[in-house]
């Protein structure tokens, strides 16, 4: 089981996906010398990355998914 993030409705996935939501890249997770673009998730540490980048999440470790908060539009 791969890991996942979701902010709404939207699920991401996948290295790509995730920089172009948040427009910056993942971190490396222990043991990925290179992140490939198009797999899973579980190649990023993703805590580590949203813990640098300020992102406030919250973490289900049974489904291993991170919910984001969509940012507020007003």
């Known amino acids: 089981m791969c890991q996942t993030v ?3 409705e939207k699920e991401i996935e996948t290295p ?3 920089e ?3 427009g910056f ?3 490396p997770a222990q043991f990925h010398s ?3 673009p198009h797999c ?5 540490d993703i ?6 980048h300020d992102v ?3 973490y289900s470790p049974t489904h291993m998914e991170y919910y984001v908060k969509p940012a507020c539009v007003g």
């Open 6 to 8: 979701i902010i709404g």
């Open 16 to 18: 790509r996906e995730f």
């Open 20 to 22: 172009e939501h948040f």
């Open 25 to 27: 890249r993942g971190i």
């Open 34 to 36: 290179k992140v490939e």
């Open 40 to 44: 899973c998730l579980c190649q990023i």
């Open 47 to 52: 805590e580590q990355t949203f813990w640098l």
């Open 56 to 58: 406030s999440f919250e």
